[in-house]
């Protein structure tokens, strides 16, 4: 299958999202009565995307670029650990501060990348199912639904993970909740910006695939 410039910068676009809001997520940020990572801004756009490359070029390419995600961002998170445990020149006093900011914990990185896996491959399996249950209409309710399940997934994982045992069910619901919602909510406020990129690809790409046939196992390699 041929690879057009479009499907790359798309790719581009999902996985430099997807690494600057790993990085970025470290910061903590008040909104209001909420306490969320600054992830929050960068992160549902990934989601965006991987709704973009389901809708037009179907589940077997967006399953492609899910996984190069998932390489891309394994890669940044090494190339970070190697950079911290270089030792530091004598000029250079941002060790601890590096460590400081870019430093993961193995809970992090196991709440991050099974979250991530879990909750793109559900976002792009509902989206590729309901596409065929309507005939490929109502593309605002096919984006949404799927990512108030890929969402859900996602938070429910994580913030399990990086929460349990140090907070209290309450808070622990109250976070995934939050995160939910607010994630949910970014992808409603730009379902008009989804509608006009996934009409120009279909436009430009002369192309609008159906996962009739499509294997929908995750770790399959075919094409």
Not at 54 to 80: E, S
Not at 109 to 136: C, D, P, R
Not at 203 to 216: G, P, S
């Amino acid at each position: 299958m041929n690879v057009s410039h479009r499907f790359v910068v798309v790719t581009a676009i999902f996985v430099t999202c997807l690494i600057t809001a790993n990085i970025v997520g470290v910061k903590v940020v008040g909104l209001g009565i909420f306490i969320l990572p600054a992830a929050v801004v960068l992160f549902p756009l990934s989601y965006i995307f991987g709704d973009i490359l389901t809708a037009v070029y179907g589940y077997r390419r967006a399953r492609r670029v899910i996984w190069l995600g998932f390489f891309c961002n394994l890669i940044a998170v090494i190339a970070i650990w190697i950079g911290q445990i270089l030792p530091p020149a004598s000029v250079w006093g941002g060790q601890e501060a590096y460590k400081s900011i870019l430093g993961y914990t193995p809970r992090i990185l196991v709440a991050s990348f099974l979250a991530y896996v879990v909750g793109e491959f559900s976002n792009s399996f509902v989206l590729a199912k309901m596409k065929i249950k309507t005939k490929g209409r109502w593309l605002w309710a096919r984006t949404i639904g799927s990512t108030i399940v890929g969402e859900g997934l996602d938070a429910l994982i994580f913030i399990t993970i990086l929460y349990a045992g140090r907070f209290n069910l309450s808070f622990i619901a109250i976070a995934i909740l939050t995160h939910w919602l607010i994630k949910t909510g970014y992808e409603v406020v730009a379902t008009p910006f989804t509608y006009a990129v996934v009409n120009f690809l279909k436009k430009k790409e002369a192309i609008d695939t159906y996962d009739y046939d499509t294997n929908f196992n995750p770790f399959s390699i075919s094409v």
